[in-house]
């Protein structure tokens, strides 16, 4: 079946725009996670939901990020006045659930931003 | 420090070699999970385990859950193995994975 999807694949942006970036899950996941990864570091956690709500947006970095999974499935990760500072790949993952005993992760292929 | 660290960060070798990467976390984890990522790529996961030992083709996986150490083998690694290798932990008090800052791994022929 199909693995987790993203796009795009790249954004090139200006500083100050507005970007909309979009996962598709595995079918079935009810768990969904966005990640940031910078150059040479690991993922670092942003938001995740549970089904449509968020259960935890504690790593969003401030207000200029938000989230949203209104069906359950999709999910857009969407960045207001974007600035250099987000240049990064963002990753999403979705597992079975998030409850309980930890259910594997299945990462997207990211989408590279990088803001001019 | 982070609650995740792996070791080394950087890694070269010639084809053939055995390579070891390790990973020690000072957090309570309920399981860790070994990923791959290729340049330009996206992560693949190469095993999840919560004691023992996996074994996945060349490549080999174990935890020591009392001393708080994972490591990753590879043997007889070959130059497609290079990338990045990432561990995380995942902590069931917070719900999430923890991840290490990764090992970069390149295999020359």
């Known amino acids: 079946g199909a693995g987790v999807s993203q796009t795009p694949s790249n954004k090139v942006t200006e500083k100050g725009k507005y970007v909309e970036l979009r996962c598709d899950p595995i079918s079935g996941h009810t768990a969904l996670y966005w990640y940031r990864q910078s150059l040479g570091q690991g993922p670092e956690f942003l938001i995740y939901?549970?089904?449509?709500?968020?259960?935890?947006d504690s790593g969003l970095p401030n207000d200029r990020f938000f989230a949203v999974r209104p069906e359950g499935s999709v999910s857009t990760l969407k960045i207001q006045r974007t600035e250099r500072g987000d240049s990064a790949v963002y990753l999403c993952?979705?597992?079975?659930?998030?409850?309980?005993?930890?259910?594997?992760?299945?990462f997207g292929p990211g989408t590279r931003l990088t803001v001019l | 420090k982070n609650e995740v660290e792996q070791s080394p960060q950087n890694l070269t070798a010639q084809e053939g070699e055995f390579i070891t990467i390790n990973c020690s976390y000072s957090?309570?984890?309920?399981?860790l999970h070994w990923l791959q990522q290729h340049p330009g790529g996206g992560i693949v996961s190469l095993f999840m385990l919560s004691s023992g030992k996996k074994k996945h083709g060349r490549l080999i996986a174990t935890i020591n859950i009392q001393e708080k150490h994972s490591s990753l083998h590879i043997t007889a690694s070959h130059p497609r193995d290079s990338a990045v290798y990432i561990c995380a932990g995942f902590s069931p008090n917070t719900d999430k994975l923890i991840f290490g800052t990764g090992t970069r791994l390149q295999v020359f022929p």
């Open positions: 993952a979705s597992s079975l659930s998030f409850r309980g005993d930890y259910n594997e992760q299945f």
């Open positions: 939901f549970q089904g449509t709500g968020a259960a935890d």
């Open positions: 957090v309570g984890i309920s399981a």
